[in-house]
């Protein structure tokens, strides 16, 4: 309502006060609705500006699929740096120990990390259980010790009907894999009764 108006209702001689009043109170009736009209228009555009454009969902679901490949790479890494780490360590203390050098990294592919324990330090906090694994496993790298093993020619689960993966006629590299992980020990004699040599075998 301008003030013009008003004054225009007012300098009207002509019309009675009661007029004059009701003329005023329209005005006033007019500009409430205007408002309220202005409200709404406005509330309607605010509600519009508020809605997540066309595709957000689409593109929030991206997101939030690159932040899980993203972290499961970052753990990824982590894992392969916590390993190579730990491999590191039981190296430098198998070395120690007097394992021979060549075959500490075929025995380091066969192992179970899991047997290592490290302090909060990242140290092996378990070192004699791992030593005692290896030279358990592989005790024929380690000094000069001499232990008497089974006959190369019939291993134990080794007869001369079970086919051996090493021997030219018979090489399975993934038999190979399975029995080295499952029993050393029946791997190594068979690599033995194949006549190859451990350390130059693949």
């Known amino acids: 309502m301008k003030r013009s108006d008003v004054m225009a209702i007012i300098a009207d001689k002509e019309k009675p006060d009661k007029e004059i009043v009701q003329a005023i109170m329209d005005l006033h009736k007019v500009d409430a609705e205007l408002w309220k009209a202005v409200e709404s228009e406005l509330r309607g555009d605010l509600a519009d500006a508020l809605k997540p454009p066309e595709g957000a969902e689409d593109w929030q679901q991206k997101y939030n699929d690159e932040v899980t490949a993203h972290k499961a790479t970052r753990d990824g890494y982590a894992a392969e740096k916590d390993a190579a780490d730990t491999d590191g360590k039981i190296s430098a203390l198998l070395k120690a120990a007097g394992m021979n050098a060549a075959a500490i990294p075929k025995a380091l592919k066969l192992y179970d990390r899991k047997i290592v324990e490290r302090g909060k330090d990242g140290e092996v906090s ?19 010790t001499e232990t008497k093993g089974a006959d190369i020619g019939t291993p134990p689960g ?17 038999e190979q894999t399975r029995i080295f992980r499952e029993n050393p020990a029946l791997a190594r004699q068979m690599v033995k009764a194949a006549g190859l040599n451990l350390l130059k075998e693949g």
């Not at 791992?130 to 030279?135: A, I, M, P, S, T």
């Not at 080794?158 to 993934?174: C, H, Q, V």
């Open 158 to 174: 080794y007869s001369g009907t079970t086919k051996n993966p090493w021997m030219k006629e018979s090489r399975n590299l993934a």
């Open 126 to 144: 378990n070192s004699d259980k791992v030593l005692e694994f290896f030279k358990g496993e592989w005790s024929e790298f380690f000094g000069t």
